[in-house]
């Protein structure tokens, strides 16, 4: 049977427990999938992720995805790889920026990471913060006092630190009435802000723009909560078997685990099963 022409399909897909798998490795189900669904079918496919240009840029470089660009921080920007050129970038508003330091003053033991279009910058950095850059080997400059900080081109901010002291932070968002910003759960240790009606669901749909893409024909697939906003947003939207109850509420399409290779689900039910 000929393989489907899928060049009018767009799919993006989140990385850590959705691409790859719990020991953040990519299954072959999936690679050889993707590769299918790019090279056969010429379908287009992204990777949305909350890592930055430099920490993406192995994740992209493994897989025959050059062409497309990528959603970086969550949202905040599309960047090209094959042009090395940033196509789109929100940044943080300044009443958000100062509500970071509000937050810090409130809640001293917190640790910030502040993201820009090219720089990481944190905050009494600690443990986890550093834990976090260092994973991917970043480079970074840790700052004592918020001062240090430029105040510009600002695409994302961690907040992390023990569980109970996010859930205090949460609860102290939660109760404002004036953020300008988009706040998400990445994970019990850290939350996320994003400048006010960004998330990944908006990078997605400007890459669809870009390549003429109809809503109906856009998918994604995700495994958590700062996924959930690209879910909502897409024509298709998936989750891996281990995400949360809420996702599979808004899910269309229910992936396996993503060990067992969950981005090879979406990817064989668009090529062999769906139909519009």
């Not at 002291?165 to 850290?190: C, E, G, Q």
């Amino acid at each position: 049977m000929a393989n489907k022409n899928l060049s009018h399909w767009l799919v993006a897909s989140d990385i850590d427990g959705t691409l790859n798998n719990k020991l953040r490795q990519l299954p072959k189900r999936n690679r050889d999938a993707i590769n299918r669904f790019i090279l056969e079918c010429n379908g287009n496919f992204t990777l949305a992720s909350g890592r930055n240009v430099q920490s993406m840029r192995k994740h992209y470089e493994r897989l025959p995805i050059a062409g497309t660009p990528a959603v970086i921080l969550n949202g905040a920007g599309v960047y090209d790889y094959n042009h090395e050129k940033m196509l789109y970038f929100d940044s943080i508003n300044e009443h958000a920026m100062e509500l970071v330091f509000e937050i810090y003053k409130r809640f001293p033991m917190v640790e910030i990471e502040i993201l820009t279009d090219k720089m990481i910058y944190t905050l009494n950095s600690k443990i986890f913060a550093r834990v976090m850059v260092q994973a991917d080997k970043l480079h970074y400059i840790n700052c004592k006092h918020p001062d240090e900080i430029p105040r510009e081109n600002w695409g994302k901010v961690i907040f992390l630190g023990m569980p109970d002291l996010i859930k205090a932070i949460r609860r102290y968002v939660a109760k404002l009435t004036d953020t300008r910003a988009n706040f998400m759960s990445s994970s019990i240790s850290s939350f996320e802000m994003l400048n006010e009606g960004v998330h990944k669901g908006t990078a997605v749909m400007k890459i669809a723009e870009l390549y003429g893409i109809e809503h109906k024909h856009t998918a994604a697939i995700g495994d958590y909560f700062n996924d959930y906003d690209m879910l909502k947003t897409v024509g298709l939207p998936a989750c891996c078997g281990q995400a949360p109850k809420a996702m599979h509420e808004i899910a269309k399409f229910h992936a396996c685990h993503c060990n067992k290779g969950a981005v090879a689900d979406l990817l064989e039910y668009i090529m062999n099963d769906y139909k519009d």
